[in-house]
């Protein structure tokens, strides 16, 4: 079946709410999201509403782009320049989402140790960098070649912008991603280890790869 890399649509999001799950797990069983809204209905309501939502971010629909195999959506991920954004921060985007799925101010808070442990070791994401984040591929499609298809497209893309580094996120461990991130010529530029990271999902952090474009 023939693959066609093009812009996420907003037929898309459902999907693109699952990829966000899936790009926050990476090899581990759980990540942020399943951690913060444990509850798999209501993960999914809070994620349809951050990819679909009024307000644009590196988790929104506008960001992503899809490998589409068959006229269906098989894999995203998301390629964006911080400079470019009124604020590259997710914290207008998610508390709308939250709000919008019901969450009280009081309960939103109680989100603030998990995301502030796991932002110890998140790679900053600068202005003039192209970024490539929240990769993921239907368990189905997978080991088919559709994350170098879209690795590809998003270095394109940036090239195309006239910046000169992209940057991606790798859990420390996932093994299989940065195999993939290495294939499209990525290396590993640092890594950010912290115990209050590993506590919260069991790997030691992140490492911030890099590829000149």
């Given amino acids: 079946m023939a693959t066609v ?15 966000l799950c899936m790009a926050g797990r990476g ?30 971010s590196w988790c929104h629909r506008s960001a992503f782009r899809v490998a589409e195999v068959g006229g269906a959506a098989g894999a995203a991920l998301v390629a964006f320049d911080p400079g ?17 799925i019901g ?18 070791c998140f790679p900053e994401m600068p202005a003039g960098r192209w970024i490539v984040e929240n990769v993921g591929t239907r368990p189905d499609l997978r080991r088919r070649g559709l994350v170098a298809r879209l690795l590809d497209d998003a270095l394109e893309h940036g090239r195309a912008r006239g910046l000169a580094t992209a940057q991606i996120a790798c859990l420390i ?9 290495e294939k499209a010529g990525f290396r590993v530029a640092e890594e950010r280890k912290a115990p209050a990271f590993e506590a919260l999902l069991g790997a030691p952090g992140f490492s911030r790869m890099e590829v000149a474009l």
Avoid: K, M
């Avoid at 470019?84 to 998610?94: F, I, K, M, Q």
């Avoid at 461990?173 to 993939?180: C, D, L, M, S, T």
């Fill in 27 to 56: 090899h581990l069983p759980r990540g942020p999201w399943d951690l913060a809204v444990p509850d798999e209905a209501e993960r999914a309501r809070l994620l349809v509403a951050l990819a679909g939502g009024p307000y644009r």
């Fill in 84 to 100: 470019a954004e009124d604020d590259p921060t997710l914290a207008r985007p998610l508390g709308a989402a939250l709000e919008s």
């Fill in 103 to 120: 969450w009280s101010a009081e309960r939103i808070g109680t989100l603030a140790p998990i995301f502030g442990a796991y932002l110890t």
């Fill in 173 to 181: 461990g996932n093994e299989p991603a940065q195999r993939a991130y």
């Fill in 5 to 19: 890399v093009r812009a996420a649509l907003a037929a898309d999001v459902p999907f693109l709410a699952d990829v």
